[in-house]
């Protein structure tokens, strides 16, 4: 995700914290990105964990089993 998209998620927050109300097209935008935004975190962190080994104290290395 792009820092323009970023900043625009920041933005309809502050606004929300300041009070005002957002129209429904902000609001279905707003949902957009927060989407785009924890699906792009989800692929991150799914894929350092598929980057993971497990090394035990003998030095054998093992890769982390995927959860279902």
């Known amino acids: 995700m792009d820092q ?3 900043d625009r998620i920041n ?3 502050r606004r929300i914290r300041e009070g005002r109300d ?4 902000e609001l279905a935008e707003r949902d957009a990105l ?3 935004y924890i699906d792009g975190v989800k692929a991150s962190l ?3 964990l598929d980057r993971t080994y497990i ?5 054998t290395k093992y890769k982390l089993p ?3």
């Open 4 to 6: 323009k998209k970023i």
């Open 11 to 13: 933005e309809f927050a």
């Open 22 to 25: 957002l129209t429904q097209e």
């Open 34 to 36: 927060r989407r785009e």
């Open 46 to 48: 799914t894929g350092q």
């Open 55 to 59: 090394v035990e104290p003998d030095g």
């Open 66 to 68: 995927r959860r279902k």
